[in-house]
Nanobody, 118 residues
């Protein structure tokens, strides 16, 4: 059974940092695109960033560029989202996703809440 499990969310003050983890199980995701998405209350889910394959440069939504970094540990089948200089508008549920096609995520985690206080 394929599972993606996010962790690391929480409450942080504006300007602070958090690191989210997404542990994958049930298969090896080394050839998969791994992505992060988020959904704020009352808003649609939006793309945060993704890394297509190990060794390739990740790309990010403009809203997080320069503040968020995605990296993966292939041996641990885990992808991370390092979030720095957090802003209140970053408050959302963050989801990890995976797919062979970068434009179509096949697997989704249940999400982890990130709340940034002003």
């Amino acid at each position: 059974q394929v599972q993606l499990v996010e962790s690391g969310g929480g409450l942080v003050q504006a300007g602070g940092s958090l690191r989210l983890s997404c542990a994958a199980s049930g298969r090896t995701f080394s050839g998969y695109t791994m992505g992060w998405f988020r959904q704020a209350p009352g808003k649609e889910r939006e793309f945060v960033g993704q890394i297509i394959r190990s060794g390739m440069r990740p790309y990010y939504a403009d809203s997080v560029k320069g503040r968020f970094t995605i990296f993966r540990d292939v041996a641990k089948n885990t992808v991370y989202l390092q979030m720095n200089s957090l802003k209140p508008e970053d408050t959302a549920v963050y989801y990890c996703a995976a797919g062979l096609d970068p434009d179509r995520m096949e697997y989704w985690g249940k999400g982890t809440q990130v709340t940034v206080s002003s």
